[in-house]
């Protein structure tokens, strides 16, 4: 009964292959797809100028220090190591 209602309804879809497959995930999978491709410019924004729209060299990003007992420590702190 359920399966007849599921046959008639637009969003269901019989494949030969893969057996019955609901259309609206193929529809999530696509937008998601749209979605990485948009997110990746996004990333290097904040390397580039506003103002003139140029990328620009980044910034350099302050050190990180570990001690012996690998606590996060200040660089200027003595036994203190650089991390990565």
Avoid: W
């Avoid at 893969?18 to 937008?31: F, I, K, N, W, Y």
């Amino acid at each position: 009964m359920i399966r007849d209602k599921l046959r008639d309804s637009p969003y269901y879809r019989r494949s030969p292959i893969t057996g019955p497959e609901d259309v609206s995930m193929r529809h999530l999978l696509a937008a998601t797809a749209a979605l990485m491709l948009v997110a990746g410019p996004v990333a290097a924004a904040p390397c580039k100028d506003p103002k003139t729209g140029k990328f620009a060299k980044c910034p350099a990003r302050p050190a990180k220090c570990k001690n012996a007992r690998g606590q996060f420590v200040k660089c200027g702190t003595p036994g203190a190591k650089p991390i990565g």
